[in-house]
């Protein structure tokens, strides 16, 4: 059921969702590789793109993939989606299909460490390089735009600074010269913002976080028009990056109840975000919510609630810091982000860990550095456990 006039919750339950032939009242799961045909004719039709239809599954051409897809792309209000096998294959698919060799990419702000990773070691060999950009020399933006400049990357907000990057104002200079702007949406997730009405052409996520939001499956998503969508599409199906239809499954039961997982666990990171920042053994906290925070008001602009993610710099060595984060007892000790279950992890030990420490020093990412993800637990109860903790 698909109505553009719906609001966001509506649109949760009901987008990309039909009556399947026996009843059923969504999409199911077909599990299937492959889809048959009564004559060469009715395959052709779809092979030819004369009629929609279903193919074969790495294709993407399968009921419950393109279920999935609708959905997120009403969500994020965009023209169409396409499905991948993680956040990062949706990356790789963004930059190998809008690049060729000898093409320049701009990333701005901190990123994601595989994101960094991708750009700063592997898309060299393919002749792509990339100018990194710290979010606050966006004034200096126009200056490193080359006559080959691509795209332009970014988060916001940034991991794990949680820095607010102006979307708007970046796509303006962007769209002056041209170049295409892609935003990772993955921390703010379309709960909180929506980059394509704020101008971006692209976004980008990782389904693995809230989308999934239970921590068990891995998946990724890009978000654009349809002229963007089927310029990436070849790249989806000859790379073999697509979601499994058991993933785009869960994913679609998973975002039915995505607005309001996101808005609880927002409320809750808020609430710890004010009782860390009176804490006497912390140095810093970073949550675009607090009026303090530097971000504040470009989050005000742009998200509508502030996210459920927050880090801060605990007053204390590398060692000192962990021996703290060991004595959690609700906050489970992971890598990720965006699921039930709060998260924490000290950036330097896991997303930052393969980055140079004069790196992370210029980026402001500390040995004292903590990153939270809530999660959907009672927030007295994750405040009492942080307390004992940082006693
Ligand atoms: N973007 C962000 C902001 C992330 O945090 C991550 C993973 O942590 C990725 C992209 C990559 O996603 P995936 O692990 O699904 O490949």
């Not at 126009?142 to 907000?157: L, M, R």
């Not at 058991?246 to 609880?264: D, Q």
């Not at 810093?284 to 919510?289: F, L, R, S, T």
């Amino acid at each position: 059921m698909e109505n553009k006039k719906h609001k966001f919750a509506t649109k949760c339950v009901h987008a990309g969702e039909e009556l399947d032939l026996q009843g059923g009242i969504h999409i199911p799961l077909y599990n299937h590789s492959t889809f048959g045909f009564k004559t060469t004719r009715d395959l052709l039709d779809v092979v030819e793109g004369k009629k929609e239809g279903n193919l074969y599954t790495r294709y993407g051409l399968n009921p419950t993939i393109k279920a999935v897809e609708k959905k997120i792309a009403a969500l994020e209000e965009g023209e169409a989606a396409l499905a991948f096998s993680s956040g990062m294959a949706a990356e790789a698919a963004l930059f190998l299909s809008q690049c060729k060799q000898g093409d320049h990419i701009i990333c701005i702000g901190d990123v994601y460490g595989g994101t960094y990773e991708l750009l700063e070691s592997n898309l060299p060999s393919a002749g792509i390089t990339t100018s990194f950009l710290l979010g606050n020399e966006i004034n200096n933006l126009s200056n490193i735009i080359k006559p080959n400049t691509k795209i332009i990357f970014f988060e916001t907000p940034t991991n794990p600074n949680l820095e607010v990057l102006d979307i708007q104002k970046i796509t303006t200079i962007a769209k002056s010269k041209n170049i295409l702007t892609a935003v990772d949406n993955t921390f703010a997730s379309p709960v909180n913002q929506n980059p394509l009405l704020l101008s971006a052409d692209i976004v980008i996520h990782s389904a693995t976080k809230y989308l999934g939001g239970h921590s068990d499956l891995t998946g990724g998503f890009i978000i654009a028009s349809k002229d963007i969508i089927e310029s990436i599409w070849p790249w989806r199906k000859n790379l073999g990056q697509i979601m499994s239809p058991e993933t785009a499954f869960l994913l679609a039961r998973s975002l039915r109840t995505l607005h309001i997982r996101v808005k609880t666990q927002c409320e809750t990171a808020l609430k710890i975000a004010e009782f860390l920042s009176s804490h006497e053994n912390v140095l810093k906290v970073n949550y675009p919510g607090l009026v303090e925070f530097e971000g504040h008001q470009t989050a005000k602009k742009q998200m509508k609630y502030f996210g459920a993610m927050l880090s801060f710099i605990y007053n204390g060595s590398a060692k000192k810091t962990a021996d703290m984060v060991d004595k959690l007892k609700i906050f489970t000790i992971a890598a990720s982000l965006g699921g039930v279950e709060s998260l924490v992890t000290q950036p330097i030990t896991t997303t930052h860990f393969s980055m140079l420490p004069e790196e992370r020093e210029r980026r402001g990412i500390k040995d004292g550095m903590v990153r939270i993800s809530c999660g959907l637990e009672d927030a007295d109860d994750l405040i009492e456990d942080l307390e004992q903790a940082m006693k």
